[in-house]
């Protein structure tokens, strides 16, 4: 996924991909839940009382048997991620995705999925919902209908104590982590190229394939810094007993969406409608606090918000 587009024919869908709010790296596969530390626990969503009107907007060929599907991909602690078992999906989005389905009245079923084929399993009514980490952004909107959650940006992490005082605006000769196919990418890149071009030493980026890895070679200190999605920088901070710490503010932010196929306004309303109730009845916060994301907390949900 990147901060994780082809019409629906083959150009547009690539280009929706390439674009996300996470890893963004498309495997599918399961990275597993960090040991121990906060958020790494299967603890239910908090209980919700089901909004009758909301869940008439659902419609029939959705709700008919009692569940809504989501796509995910598992891959993108703290928002989707596998557990401990290696088998159940849990995380922010989780929590989250199972509140909505309560205040709709529906189960919610999460599915684990490459991330590039989360767009086209929309498409094709493989998935109703998806949720993982999807920066909503025009081009996506041109595709699927996205309903908005969150608020991610880049941000920027080292060992305990910045022992080389890293500093994401001077970043030249150093060694920083990144997961390959996010926009964290393209900023080290132009980074680099800002580094070369004022006779400095271009940036040793280090791209690995799973966000785990990134943050492994930080840990180990193969690296003197990573960049990631906030949440998951501000994730990782706050499960590695202390051993890195966050650098700087978030940059680049955006928001992440649900993504629904395009035109079933009904539906769009229901989750948009389900969303906001839960920010305003408390349980978005505390899903959020679960696994200490509260900096992305967003106050409105909004349909489509570039369109």
Known sequence: ????????????????????????????????????????????????????????????????????VVGSDASYAPSEFVDKDGTTIIGMDVDLGKAIGQKLGLEVEFQNSAFDGILPGIAAKKYELGMSSFTDNAEREKVVDMVTYFSAGTKMATVKGNPDGLNIDDLCGKTIAVQRGTVQVDDLTARSDKCTAAGKPAINQQPFQAQTDVTLALTGKRAQGMLADSPVVDYAAKTTEGAIETVGQTYDTAPYGIVLNKGQTDFAQAVQGAVQSLMQDGTYLSILDKYGVTNGAIPTSEINPTS
Do not use: W, Y
Request: charged share 15%; hydrophobic share 45%; with cysteine.
């Open 1 to 68: 996924m990147c901060i994780k587009i082809r019409t629906f024919a083959v150009a547009l869908l690539a280009v929706a991909v390439a674009g996300c709010g996470a890893g963004g790296n498309g495997s599918g596969g399961g990275s597993a839940a960090p040991s121990g530390g906060a958020g790494a626990s299967t603890n239910p969503a908090p209980a919700v009382q089901k909004d009758e009107a909301l869940a008439k907007l659902v419609p029939s060929d959705v709700a008919s048997d009692g569940k809504i």
